[in-house]
């Protein structure tokens, strides 16, 4: 369809579509016209329906054709009519509507300013409240007419932007603070607590087993602690509702997956195998699919020191290309990989000096054959100049990185007759786009050297763009999968092979000393019973608050580590209660509340977003247009309630930003407020984008709720020592209630917490804190009562927190676990 944006008027128009599609649209989002962003225009439906006069009767269920929203309210009600009907009727209509619209804010609010109407023929349009209208004809609106810059004047982005932001002073009349800024701001927030009594003994072994790139121990992980495939538990039932994966996967038939025994392995090996008697002149790439952190790296690095035959062992050589080291910009990253590659290749196979003299004539044999032919001659006149020649040549090979790993393979596999394997390491840490960027120089790669190329990729990458290039190249090929161990299963193993070291290297009798003083003297074996039983109380069956630990780790095994070493070492684990323990004189349990606290502070006395592995789903910027504690849960909530629904681009639970803003808009949640909040949600890891970065968002990305987001909503949200502790960093728009809550957080010296009693209060003053500010949002929105679902369900699990003594959270049918 084409439109001449010069004369608008010179359109064939017959019908209202016509008028809409060649006439209405045009005008409003045109450059030359009254340019406005096609995000801020929406159809039918977009606003509640209306009863309206009209004529001798009423319309009931009346909505007009267009509005135009800015800053979260609709600042232009649009009416079209056909050519055979009445324009000034249009206008009357839409004067109405918005005189309805207006009356649900507030006295002095009036978000609708401006009116409207055309039939195709005139346009009319004027001040929603007043009888003197613009008329003009639509064969008059040329680009340079006296109409053109009438209507754009008045009507155009500038003058509506300008009406909103008059809007925007209006609807925010409050100044937003934080608790905490009344007992010392940041210098109170960042104070630390030490970690408990116990830890020093602890830490050696954390070093040692729990940090998974410990190099100190990392064989010892690899053969002992390494969770083989008929070690990996189930999950029960809801918590795999909670950590399914979200893209509809359909069975693969090019999928196999992983499994292995504590001494083997079935698939790679026939592959290697099959890979070293053809050594084919194109190389093989060999794809390992799974989660971030689900140990594809582990799996690379236990093959090859541990599960590979004998025959692959003596026939293959290998080599581990780390992007963990990679620079940020891949564009042109051959060189960089195939430096990386001849480094490797020298430091896994040390008694092969590549470097040596010999060694380097074998490997540019080639080079230093097609040399002596061309300069025979000069050679035999001046033999020794011929050898400073052909060092300086040799010199300028090996620095060239490209020719050095390319001459290097053609020398191992073709004339050695070796495999040559290539892991590419720690790819699934990058985002989507450089994965597949790295697929792309993987296939390079392979193609220059001919080597067999492993690349772990991310299971949503490949999921997401199998069926496209460049990933499409490999859709027949047979792939390897791997399912990433439970939490609960990396942690048995680490402890496993923690106990089993004490048993041999620690002393007979340890110490340590409690807060009061007293020092405690105690057998070393008790201290892996202590940690044994700390497991087991944790994980042990139908315990909900693990199923916490499992969605807040999201099956990466990195930080499912690092959790439980903060829970082992925290200064809020009480020595008296581990005492007891270790003396046998009393049976060991943690509460919920406390591992909560745990998460959320772990070495700190008070929560912050960036204190532990809990994120504050009341949280509210100050700089936001219309700051609202209620905004992350409203967004959250629509991802969430959509987890298991086909979105935009055909993935389960992915929906376009762009959804969720327009979504939210009508709720009176400014676009670039909400984008700023689904950004802070994708940076804590509770939401994730298909470009899989943590930091940058724009409304056409794809993003989906992550399992943490789920638990945060669902169960954090519904526990008062959660629920209390986001207090004191939550921005709140009562100055009093802020100040007043920031002075009953004090916590006094000496001590690492303050009352329950206490917490029970603060639950009760912010709880009636969000109430006023519900009412708050249904005075200024008037659309916002009816869509709130978020909002009203994080108001009911915040009542059910102050009851939270009478339930636990091992107690079945628990309203904020609802899993509908």
Sequence with gaps: MSIDLANLGAARLVTESDVEQKFVFPLLTAAEWLGIPESAIHTKHYLP???????????????????????????????????????????????HYAHEFNKTY?????????????????????????????????????L?????????????????????????????????????NEIGGNQTLNRRIAYNSFATELAPLIRMFFVSESAERIDEIIERAYVSSEEITKYDQILEIFLRDNIHQIQDPAAREITTTRR??????????????????TGQIQLLIGPVGAGKSLFCQRYYRFLQPDDVRKSCRWAFIDFNDAPDD???????????????????????????EENLRRIFAPDINRSEQMYAKARALDPIGWEMRLADDLKAWTNDSVKFAKEICRYLIGDARQAVAVVFDNVDKRDRDQQLRVFQIAQWFKAETRTFVVLPLRDETYEQHKNHPPLDAFINAIHFTITPPRFTDVVRKRLELSIAYLAEHAPEKLTYTLPDGKRILYPATKLGEYLKTLYLDIFRSQRRVSWLLEALAGRDVRKSLEMFTRLLMSGHLDERVITGTILGSSSFFIS???????????????????????????????????????????????????????????????????????????????PDDTLNGLTYLLAHGLITADHMRK??????????????????????????????????????????????????????????????????????????????????????????????VGSRFLLRAVEGSIQEDRRSLEAPGIGVLDLS
């Excluded at 592959?271 to 008697?277: G, L, P, Q, V, W």
């Design 49 to 95: 329906p209306a009863t309206i006069d009209k004529g001798a009767g009423r319309r009931v269920g009346y909505f007009p054709d267009y509005s135009v929203w800015l800053d979260a309210v609709p600042v232009l009600i649009v009416e079209a009519k056909s050519p055979n009907e009445s324009f000034e009727e249009g206008f009357r209509e839409a004067q």
């Design 106 to 142: 507030r006295t002095g609010i009036n978000p609708v300013a401006f009116v409207l109407s055309t039939n195709g023929r005139t346009v009319r349009f004027g001040n929603w409240d007043s009888s003197n209208v613009i008329d003009v004809a639509v064969a008059d609106l040329k």
């Design 144 to 180: 340079g007419t006296a109409a053109h810059a009438k209507v754009k004047e008045l009507l155009g982005f500038a003058a509506l932007s300008t009406a909103a932001q008059r809007l925007r002073a209006k609807l925010r009349r409050f100044t937003v603070e934080r608790p905490i």
């Design 264 to 281: 083997s392995e079935q698939l790679l090996t026939p592959e290697i195998r099959s890979y070293a008697k053809r050594l084919p002149a």
């Design 330 to 356: 891949l564009a042109n990253a051959e060189k960089w990989v195939c430096g990386q590659f001849i480094k490797s290749i020298c430091a896994e196979h040390p008694s092969s000096d590549l470097y040596t």
């Design 592 to 670: 919920d509340t406390l591992i909560i606290k745990m998460l959320m502070k772990t070495d700190y006395l008070y929560f912050a977003d960036d204190h532990g592995f809990v994120t504050n789903v009341f949280y509210c910027d100050p700089e936001w247009s219309r700051p609202s504690n209620f905004l992350i849960a409203e967004a959250l909530h629509f991802l969430v309630m959509r987890r298991k629904k086909t979105g935009d681009a055909g993935w389960q639970g992915y929906f376009r930003v762009s959804m969720v803003l327009s979504f939210l808009n009508r709720m009176g949640f400014a």
């Design 695 to 788: 930091r940058s968002l724009v409304p056409t990305d794809l993003v989906r709720a992550h399992a943490s987001g789920f638990v945060h909503l669902r169960l954090l949200a519904g526990r008062a020592e959660y629920v209390s502790s986001v207090v004191p960093v939550t921005f709140m728009t009562d100055h009093r209630v802020a100040a007043r809550l920031g002075r009953m957080w004090t916590i006094n010296s000496g001590l690492s917490d303050i009352q329950v009693r206490r917490k029970q209060e603060i639950v009760h003053i912010f709880l009636e804190y969000l109430r006023d500010e519900y009412q708050r949002h249904c005075e200024e929105s008037p659309i916002f009562e009816n869509q709130a």
